[in-house]
């Protein structure tokens, strides 16, 4: 069994997180809620998992519609 490697978007609040989540399906980016693994942070229970190959495209969207990042992190 393979995994692809994924990065997780942190956010301070899961109202950041769900228009991120808004954010990413509608350009096609498929993305996943899921809780934060606690090593990473315990502000906000909920981050986007996305794919790795994403990253910098991912990044810059939600810059770009001015949805606040509390981090990305590679798993």
Do not use: W
Not at 9 to 24: I, R
Not at 26 to 49: E, Q, T, Y
Not at 61 to 67: A, D, G, I, Q
């Amino acid at each position: 069994m393979t995994t692809e490697p994924y990065t997780v978007v942190l956010f301070h609040t899961s109202n950041h997180a769900f228009h991120a989540e808004m954010v990413l399906k509608k350009a096609d980016i498929p993305c996943k809620l899921i809780p934060v693994p606690r090593h990473l942070s315990s502000d906000c229970g909920v981050c986007a998992r996305v794919a790795a190959a994403q990253k910098s495209t991912v990044a810059a969207l939600l810059e770009r519609s001015k949805v606040t990042v509390a981090g990305l992190h590679d798993l």
